[in-house]
């Protein structure tokens, strides 16, 4: 936490922290980190990379917006778990921005979660 939280946002009062801080915060831990590639779970991580994608694109392809921040933060896991971490750090970004704009606040906790499993 000293290390990349405080630096940005330590300072802050909480109502002030925002999704621009705290992607601050995390990307230096999900560029850095590789401990997420070494999973025993490997190919099937590649394989849920590959059904969450589809299924995303499905879902798009009706026009519906509704639980993509849980989609896309379960994507960034997959995505973390074969070492793809730009592309994890992506859809975190990603999956923030939705909880945002869907207003689905039911899954902002989750989003945090995933993008804080770098941290542990």
Excluded: C
Excluded at 10 to 39: C, K, Q, Y
Excluded at 46 to 67: C, F, P
Aim: glycine content about 8%.
């Amino acid at each position: 936490m000293a290390t990349y939280a405080y630096p940005i946002i330590g300072d802050l009062p909480v109502a002030a922290v925002d999704t621009a801080h705290i992607m601050r915060v995390l990307e230096p831990i999900w560029t850095t980190n590789s401990s997420f590639a070494a999973s025993p779970t490997r190919d099937k991580a590649a394989d849920a990379v590959r059904m969450i994608n589809s299924g995303i694109e499905a879902w798009q392809s009706i026009g519906s917006k509704l639980w993509m921040p849980n989609y896309l933060s379960q994507l960034a896991m997959a995505h973390a778990g074969i070492g793809q971490l730009n592309d994890a750090w992506r859809r975190i970004g990603e999956a923030m921005t939705a909880v945002e704009t869907t207003k689905e606040g039911l899954w902002e906790a989750e989003v945090h979660r995933i993008a804080g499993y770098g941290i542990v």
